[in-house]
């Protein structure tokens, strides 16, 4: 069901604590937990699992491309998580989603859309309706 790559990070590689302020991209492997702010995109290395925590205090404003999401702030762009998305209760989201799979708890707010991956959706069939053929 999963890549060999799903498996989120169990711990956390870095760490963007309280107070601080990012301005720019910021790239990561591994795992990463943000209680800060950031102003710039946030991409994950995607040759290996990647795991992004958001915390409540935690606001991101820029595009974040991972495999395994967790928000529970507030991110104003769009977000593709190629494997989870978790949006807990005090998320917010201000832009398009693209995930795998998707838990969204009671609260969570998404102000965009939600589109589900699915690796079959690139295989196009074209379907002939009965009865509208010329003969």
Avoid at 39 to 50: E, F, H, L, P, R
Avoid at 88 to 107: F, H, N, P, R
Avoid at 129 to 134: D, Y
């Amino acid at each position: 069901m999963f890549s060999k790559h799903s498996k989120p990070q169990n711990r956390i590689d870095s760490l963007i604590g309280l107070g601080t302020k990012v301005k720019g991209d910021v790239s990561f492997t591994g795992g990463l937990r943000v209680d800060g702010e950031i102003s710039g995109n946030v991409i994950a290395d995607t040759s290996k699992a990647s795991t992004l925590v958001l915390s409540e205090h935690a606001r991101v404003d820029g595009e974040i491309r991972v495999t395994h999401l967790v928000v529970n702030g507030i991110v104003t762009g769009p977000i593709f998580a190629a494997e989870y998305l978790e949006l807990q209760s005090k998320a917010k989201v201000t832009g398009d989603v693209k995930y795998k799979t998707l838990e969204i708890q009671l609260g969570a707010i998404v102000e965009g859309k939600l589109v589900h991956i699915n690796e079959s959706s690139e295989k196009v069939v074209s379907l002939k309706l009965s009865g509208t053929e010329s003969k």
